[in-house]
């Protein structure tokens, strides 16, 4: 039998990095060789192996050690820790529908007056409820040390217009009868709709509504739409203006002759864009052709459906740019540029001011109740510093969540700049010579046809990969 001196002359113990994985190996072993399994047991412990060992290799080893001899097996395995669930809210509608359907009847017409899919709600219906995030659980290494897990993070309720919230902030509910709308930075609004059976021309006039916004019919030169919610319109856009705080959805497509500007903070949807101008803060999705135009999306321009063609202006996108054929044989000038927008490095230092003048207020707010806890430790605080003092305690407890808040987003943003890791140009056909890609401080222009490829940042250039 061996003592534990003799038996570090004939095994070895290792530990993985993470210490989620230790090992045995053994070597200078004969048939002679002899070991209990206690005393492998005991040296395990020894060497600081207290949790997950792997009793049946160990007795397998104690077996036949010369079958483990100049090998490595496994003796321990960790419990990896297992991290808590986020919390999030779960809307009772869909809103990411893709918005507008005509209905068809039941003889199979399409009645182009009647419209479902809308997000309609009535004062009081319940709009959204809040799910608590989980509790995560620990882990255990073979050393016998907690592993940490990573908490759940709570969901919030992003608050827009006409919505009102329980105060256990569970639930959420709308305060007046009209439509569900996501607006940017994720607010969620109870709009009403105001609807057009015609064209916006001399008859109608501009139009600025705090809602959703149906034309039925186009929109026709040098008249103007805003919309906090929505703008669906059932014929054609001209050289007009459209803004919408949701998402526009235009079925006749775009004509812009160089004028006016169709504007969404999420998603611009349509058939055709030429010689239009174009900014959607998430997508552009064109079924057809982009042609001649100006288009700047957030997050991408998809342009892939049977036509799919974009060529001449100027295409930027947050992240990825997607068509089957950019630019043509006459090698018409066309630049197609991913990355980070401007508009995100002007919010960043916004955000940076906002977080300055938040931080100096927070820090009067917090000598304030200094003074104000010194002067209720000696008995001196009278009903009016009561009430100061209870303001202020609210104020400063409002004025961290706005902080963390702020701060939170900073990071996202400042993450966003640093990473061209999704900046991506694909072409599912051809791009012709003319073609211009920028991803981030990076320019290739294209001189000869070249067919389906992907463009994407690498190792200081953009590279090019052959679509799967």
Do not use: W
């Not at 997950?52 to 097996?73: A, C, H, K, M």
């Not at 893709?98 to 209905?103: E, H, I, N, T, V």
């Not at 001189?447 to 190792?459: C, E, G, L, R, V």
Request: aromatic residues 6%.
């Amino acid at each position: 039998m061996k003592e534990l001196a003799d038996l570090e002359k004939l095994v070895n113990i290792t530990i993985s990095d993470d210490k989620m994985n230790a090992y045995l190996e053994l070597f200078d072993t004969s048939s002679e060789t002899n070991i209990s399994e206690d005393q492998l047991l005991a040296f395990i412990k020894a060497n600081g192996i207290h949790f997950g060992i792997q009793l049946e290799n160990v007795q397998r080893i104690v077996r036949n050690p010369e079958d483990y001899s100049r090998s490595r097996t496994p003796i321990a395995f960790g419990e990896a820790p297992q991290d808590g669930v986020d919390g999030r809210i779960q809307y009772a509608f869909d809103l990411d529908s893709k918005g507008l359907r005509p209905l068809e009847t039941e003889d199979g017409k399409v009645d182009y007056k009647e419209v479902t899919r809308l997000n309609n709600v009535t004062r009081g219906q319940l709009i959204a409820t809040r799910v608590s995030s989980l509790p995560g659980r620990p882990g255990m290494d073979v050393t016998g040390q907690e592993v940490p897990f990573k908490p759940g993070k709570e969901a919030r309720f992003k608050v827009g217009k006409n919505v009102v919230v329980t105060g256990e902030e569970e639930a959420m509910y709308a305060a007046i009868d009209g439509l569900v709308t996501l607006t940017d930075k994720g607010k969620i609004n109870v709009f009403p709709v105001y609807e057009i059976n015609g064209d916006v021309d001399y008859s109608i006039g501009n139009i600025n509504f705090v809602g959703t916004v149906v034309v039925r019919g186009n929109v026709l030169t040098g008249f103007k739409i805003v919309a906090s919610g929505d703008i669906r319109v059932t014929g054609g856009v001209e050289g007009a203006e459209l803004e919408a705080g949701g998402s526009i959805e235009i079925a006749g497509g775009i004509i812009g002759y160089h004028k006016g500007l169709v504007k969404a903070g999420h998603h611009v949807k349509s058939s055709f864009i030429q010689d239009g101008n174009v900014e959607a803060g998430e997508n552009v999705v064109v079924s057809q052709s982009i042609m001649h135009s100006n288009v700047r999306a957030g997050t991408g321009v998809h342009c892939s459906g049977a036509k799919g063609l974009i060529v001449g202006g100027h295409i930027q996108a947050g992240e990825t740019v997607e068509a089957r054929t950019i630019g043509n044989p006459m090698s018409t000038n066309t630049v197609i540029e991913v990355g980070v927008l401007p508009e995100l490095r002007n919010e960043l230092s916004q955000l940076r001011e906002q977080l300055k003048e938040l931080t100096a207020s927070l820090d009067k707010t917090e000598k304030a109740l200094v003074l104000l806890d010194q002067l209720a430790s000696q008995g001196k605080l009278t009903n009016d510093k009561l009430a100061m003092r209870s303001k202020l305690i609210l104020s400063k407890k409002s004025s961290m969540r706005e902080q963390s808040e702020l701060k939170e987003r900073i990071l996202d943003i400042e993450k966003t700049l640093e990473d061209t890791g999704k900046a991506k140009v694909k072409v599912i056909k051809t791009i012709y010579g003319g073609s211009k890609i920028v991803i981030g401080r990076y320019t290739k222009f294209i001189k000869d046809p070249i067919t389906n490829m992907s463009f994407s940042y690498s190792d200081g250039d953009i590279s090019m990969t052959a679509n799967i």
